[in-house]
């Protein structure tokens, strides 16, 4: 089995719904995706995926969410513990959104990982 990861920045804003501390103020991050994506066949190039394509794919997921108040997006507006923007829900809208692409591919997404801060993370993975 062979795994490819790539990196993506964007900088959101969010407030937490129902948290009894700081993090219910209006407050920002420079959040870091990580996608790990694997699979058992290379090309004929002897590549699993070109970088530049997978980087493309995490690009047109990140750039919807960048300099945005993800409160205000769609997905995160609806009420509930599974919608409130925390880096988990976060996680698992990106990998929600690369799923179908990568399932074209013949690649499985394995894990989207969120970093809210330098020393803190959240991931989601299906199976």
């Known amino acids: ?5 790539v990196r993506r920045q964007f900088d959101a804003a969010h407030h937490l719904e129902g948290y009894p501390g700081r993090c219910a103020r209006l407050h920002g991050h420079t ?3 990580e996608v790990l994506v694997a699979g058992d066949e290379l090309d004929e190039s ?3 995926m070109d970088f530049h394509e997978l980087q493309k794919l995490v690009e047109d997921v990140v750039k919807d969410l960048d300099h ?4 205000d997006l769609d997905f995160f507006r ?3 513990r599974e919608t409130n923007p ?8 990106v ?11 013949g690649l499985k997404l394995v894990k989207v990982k969120i970093w809210e801060s330098p020393d803190a993370w959240a991931s989601y993975g299906e199976g």
């Open 1 to 5: 089995m062979y795994e490819l990861m």
């Open 31 to 33: 959040w870091l995706v």
């Open 46 to 48: 002897g590549m699993l």
């Open 68 to 71: 945005q108040y993800l409160n």
């Open 78 to 80: 609806q009420p509930g």
């Open 86 to 93: 925390t880096a988990e829900n976060i996680a698992r809208y």
């Open 95 to 105: 990998y929600r959104r690369l799923k179908a692409s990568l399932h074209k591919s």
